[in-house]
Nanobody
Framework: QVQLVESGGGLAQAGGSLTLSCAAS????????MGWYRQAPGKQREMVAT???????NYPDSLKGRFTISRDNAKKTVTLQMNSLKPEDTAVYYC????????????????WGQGTQVSVSS
């Protein structure tokens, strides 16, 4: 079975930084697009950052310059470095993998982590 395990959430003050990490486990041969999404109470889930297997990142314009996504294909991890945090960044952050190829060649789709809370105080 494939699982995504997140870590690094917590409480930060405005202007501070946090680093979120997500590790994929299981008998994985390759991983497609990896990303981070967030959802605040009463809001729709929104994309925070994505990164291709080749390392091409994408961000919303509002977050570009503050957040940085990276991945390590050997370790099967994806990381979100969050700087200059604002209270508006408070949300549950979810790790996502769009598709995984297992070691026996089977494709599996749309994996989500359980979410990690990020709270930013003013």
């Amino acid at each position: 079975q494939v699982q995504l395990v997140e870590s690094g959430g917590g409480l930060a003050q405005a202007g501070g930084s946090l680093t979120l990490s997500c590790a994929a486990s299981g008998r994985i041969w390759s991983i497609g697009l990896m990303g981070w999404y967030r959802q605040a109470p009463g809001k729709q889930r929104e994309m925070v950052a994505t990164i291709t297997g080749g390392g091409v990142a994408n961000y919303p314009d509002s977050l570009k310059g503050r957040f940085t996504i990276s991945r390590d294909n050997a370790k099967k991890t994806v990381t979100l470095q969050m700087n200059s945090l604002k209270p508006e960044d408070t949300a549950v952050y979810y790790c996502n993998v769009d598709r995984i190829q297992t070691d026996i060649g089977r494709w599996e789709y749309n994996y989500w982590g359980q979410g990690t809370q990020v709270s930013v105080s003013s």
